[in-house]
């Protein structure tokens, strides 16, 4: 059964009162599926052998497409010379999506709750264009809702032709938004990305995929929680 929290209206002692929380995408906002998205690239010929796929460390032509140096035109002619069939872009934007393996509820309730409190919130993404096109869509949330109804900004690494993680993607965020680190959390489940931020001074919060991290954020906000 989901759990839901709204806020009551005290709030705990904190070092420094957090104005923004900058979240990632996969193993925070939904729940990463690497095996799904294994088994469809695998169902188009992209095997390992062909090409292999990580979670977190993208190689080459799957790196590239996060860093925006290649199109999706390039992306699907590259794959399909490689495994000698000629998959589709629908085929590729299906395979890619396969990573998507839940967006918890809990998760877009917080965000709600969090925009009326007057927190900025935002996306930071080492991500592609197949992925966004879903998360900007009304498939999104399954009730019509787009992710960019819930953030105040995404930031995508194809996009920016950055990837974390590279300060200078944070550095862009820092200077695009004119926020100050040190009244930032960033969530993101990826240790690397996590030492980076922290080494710029935000503060962060590392949840593990497929856990609920909302309360802890909450608890870093200052914000009391109360079960519904």
Request: charged share 25%; with cysteine.
């Amino acid at each position: 059964m989901e759990k839901y929290y709204k806020f009551a209206l005290t709030k705990t002692e904190v070092k420094m009162k957090i104005e923004t929380i900058i979240y990632d995408y996969g193993g925070v906002i939904m729940t990463s599926a690497q095996e799904e998205a294994v088994r469809r690239f695998s169902a188009l010929g992209i095997v390992p052998e062909v090409m292999p796929l990580d979670k977190y460390n993208q190689q080459g032509v799957f790196l590239a497409f996060e860093n925006g140096t290649i199109t999706a035109d390039e992306f699907r002619d590259e794959l399909n010379r490689r495994c000698g069939r000629n998959n589709s872009h629908d085929d590729y934007r299906w395979a890619c999506i396969g990573y998507v393996g839940d967006i918890p509820k809990r998760n877009l309730h917080l965000f709600r709750q969090l925009r009326q409190k007057g927190y900025r919130q935002l996306l930071l993404s080492n991500t592609n264009p197949y992925m966004m096109s879903w998360a900007m869509s009304p498939e999104f949330d399954g009730e019509g809702g787009a992710l960019c109804d819930y953030l105040d900004e995404c930031y995508c690494s194809y996009a920016l032709r950055m990837l974390k993680p590279d300060p200078a993607i944070f550095q862009f965020v820092i200077d695009r938004e004119h926020i100050t680190p040190e009244t930032t959390v960033f969530v993101d489940d990826n240790e690397k990305n996590i030492r980076v931020a922290r080494d710029m001074g935000f503060q962060t919060l590392q949840p593990v995929n497929g856990e609920d991290w909302t309360n802890d954020l909450l608890l870093m906000l200052g914000e009391e929680a109360v079960l519904l």
